[in-house]
């Protein structure tokens, strides 16, 4: 319980962090496209090796390839409502993105920290908080441009740190009990949420504010996440 607890601080403290820098020290765009890159190459690695590989032996392939286009198809149906209602660049849009994404990434690290150490998650975990860290920070900033107040801003976007952390929790807590086969369902339908939240919203918007220096970045982000793994044995 203890490595939980410290993990999902590690992730929530990134929404904080993010969004004190959005609204008091602005990222430059190139440096944020860069840490977004970044994080999507590391949550590649992620996706494989802690929700789609580990659930691969608990289920027959047509229900794993099922589920993973389920979690894709929900991602993009419900992101297509959210700029459609709230704009694609306005801060409501961004801090429901957030969450949009960020609830099934944290239930889907809430599910991985079920019987293992820290260091089998740490890749996972490092991945979600890189890409915390820019989202917040250009969601925040987005906010405040929008008009509201820095204060309200920072409090919308702690009670966001609040709802992922519950989220994980519940994914760890309530979860921990179901047959292996539940289990690697919900991990790969996160999977396919996460999938599908990479190619949407993170790679085109590291493209657009870093051009081709994204392409290292997301390279940095592979072997960094691979050398976690690998560090957890």
Same mark, same amino acid.
């Given at each position: 319980?203890?490595?939980?607890?410290?993990?999902?601080?590690?992730?929530?403290?990134?929404?904080?962090?993010?969004?004190?820098?959005?609204?008091?020290?602005?990222?430059?765009?190139?440096?944020?496209?860069?840490?977004?890159?970044?994080?999507?190459?590391?949550?590649?690695?992620? %996706?494989?090796?802690?929700?789609?590989?580990?659930? @691969?032996?608990?289920?027959?392939?047509?229900?794993?390839?099922?589920?993973?286009?389920?979690?894709?198809?929900?991602?993009?149906?419900?992101?297509?409502?959210?700029?459609?209602?709230?704009?694609?660049?306005?801060?409501?849009?961004?801090?429901?993105?957030?969450?949009?994404?960020?609830?099934?990434?944290?239930?889907?690290?809430?599910?991985?920290? %079920?019987?293992?150490?820290?260091?089998?998650?740490?890749?996972?975990?490092?991945? %979600?908080?890189?890409?915390?860290?820019?989202?917040?920070?250009?969601? @925040?900033?987005?906010?405040?441009?929008?008009?509201?107040?820095?204060?309200?801003?920072?409090?919308?976007?702690?009670?966001?740190?609040?709802?992922?952390?519950?989220?994980?929790?519940?994914?760890?807590?309530?979860?921990?009990?179901?047959?292996?086969?539940?289990?690697?369902?919900?991990?790969?339908?996160?999977?396919?949420?996460?999938?599908?939240?990479?190619?949407?919203?993170?790679?085109?918007?590291?493209?657009?504010?870093?051009?081709?220096?994204?392409?290292?970045?997301?390279?940095?982000?592979?072997?960094?996440?691979?050398?976690?793994?690998?560090?957890?044995?």
């Amino acid at each position: 319980m203890l490595t939980t607890i410290v993990v999902l601080l590690i992730v929530a403290v990134a929404l904080l962090i993010g969004a004190g820098w959005g609204l008091w020290a602005p990222l430059p765009k190139r440096l944020e496209g860069f840490l977004i890159a970044l994080a999507g190459g590391a949550l590649i690695v992620s %996706i494989m090796s802690e929700l789609v590989d580990r659930a @691969a032996p608990h289920i027959p392939w047509l229900v794993l390839a099922a589920s993973l286009m389920a979690g894709a198809g929900a991602f993009v149906l419900l992101d297509r409502f959210v700029k459609r209602k709230l704009g694609a660049e306005s801060g409501g849009g961004l801090l429901v993105s957030v969450t949009l994404d960020g609830v099934p990434e944290n239930l889907a690290l809430g599910v991985a920290l %079920i019987g293992a150490s820290g260091l089998e998650v740490a890749a996972l975990a490092g991945s %979600i908080f890189l890409s915390n860290l820019p989202e917040a920070a250009g969601g @925040a900033k987005g906010m405040r441009d929008d008009g509201y107040s820095k204060a309200k801003v920072f409090g919308i976007w702690a009670g966001t740190a609040v709802l992922l952390s519950v989220a994980a929790l519940i994914g760890n807590l309530a979860l921990s009990d179901v047959g292996e086969s539940v289990l690697a369902v919900i991990r790969v339908f996160a999977a396919g949420v996460v999938a599908a939240s990479l190619a949407i919203e993170v790679f085109p918007k590291a493209y657009d504010e870093d051009r081709y220096a994204t392409g290292f970045a997301i390279a940095l982000g592979l072997v960094a996440a691979q050398g976690l793994g690998q560090l957890a044995g």
